[in-house]
């Protein structure tokens, strides 16, 4: 018999697939080792969490924080925007809880993550693709007002359950695994919880870290889950003095470093692990020697649809 908490609702430590969101590997990458030989860079492997990307962090730390408020019980449904990757997260683990979940996504969203949110029973709502993450914020947020008591809105983007579950779990994950070398942290802008959360939490353990932020290089671009922040719907989280730069990333180079990190190293991954290349290149070419650190949010099988 699987226990339930206080608010009925299965208990997250019971449940043997969120026991392993975390402790996800630390790669070595060689792709830059030619041109900056004294530069090492390191990524974690986020698509080893069970729900396939780095959002099943922040999607458990908001999960487990509106249970414990009292937010979500019995009888309500998560809702929340998504372009993806967090709604799979949300998915698995109402899934594995027990917990209704529906979500906003933009519908031009990759044809692998839509099928992955159906097999999991998640009830899709489609928002404007031309609107793309803030549409679905403004539908989500519409949905919930219309109906408040039927929903737990966690709104990734201004939850502080967002960044705390990569401050808590990330940070010092790489801590460790460089053995406190990591002198330079690079990372991709969306709801900017994993650059917020890691970087506060690398700069609170170790003094003098960097931390570098990637952002689409303008407003229309097709990096799936990165914002451009200047023209999008800021989010609550966004804590700009976290960064110490701030690096623009094009669609065309961050597509093509992910496609070249496949073919020239095994490692698949998805077109925001391709920007945040962009960045760590940008890094290691001003910096020249030292320990660079960054995320790859997921893997390229959610993009195969969309591949050139």
């Not at 969306?190 to 959360?197: H, N």
């Not at 490692?267 to 290691?284: D, I, N, P, Q």
């Amino acid at each position: 018999m699987v226990e339930m908490t206080a608010h009925g609702i299965r208990k997250i430590e019971e449940s043997p697939i969120l026991r392993q969101i975390g402790n996800t590997p630390l790669l070595p990458i060689k792709l830059f080792k030619k041109d900056f030989p004294e530069v090492e860079v390191y990524a974690k492997a986020e698509w080893f969490n069970p729900g396939g990307s780095v959002k099943d962090r922040p999607a458990l730390s908001m999960v487990r924080d509106g249970i414990e408020r009292g937010l979500l019980g019995p009888g309500i449904t998560l809702i929340d925007s998504t372009s993806g990757n967090t709604g799979i997260a949300y998915a698995m683990i109402g899934a594995a809880l027990g917990i209704p979940v529906k979500l906003v996504l933009p519908e031009n969203a990759s044809e692998e993550r839509k099928a992955t949110l159906r097999a999991y029973g998640t009830d899709i709502v489609y928002s404007d693709a031309l609107e793309g993450s803030d549409g679905a914020q403004r539908l989500a947020a519409k949905i919930y007002e219309k109906d408040p008591e039927a929903y737990f809105l966690p709104c990734q983007y201004d939850n502080p359950a967002n960044p705390r579950a990569h401050e808590e779990t990330t940070a010092p994950e790489i801590l460790e695994q460089t053995g406190g070398r990591v002198e330079h942290f690079v990372s991709c802008m969306g709801t900017t919880g994993t650059l917020v959360g890691t970087g506060r939490g690398l700069k609170k353990r170790k003094s003098g870290v960097k931390v570098h932020a990637v952002m689409p290089s303008d407003s229309f671009h097709g990096l799936e889950g990165m914002k451009h922040i200047p023209t999008s719907i800021r989010p609550g989280i966004y804590d700009e003095s976290v960064h110490d730069e701030l690096i623009p990333a094009s669609t065309e180079e961050s597509w093509d470093l992910s496609e070249q990190l496949t073919r020239e190293e095994g490692v698949f991954v998805g077109h925001s692990g391709g920007a945040a290349l962009v960045g760590v290149r940008e890094v290691a070419r001003k910096v020249g020697r030292g320990v660079i650190v960054t995320i790859f949010p997921d893997g390229g099988d959610r993009y195969l649809s969309e591949m050139r």
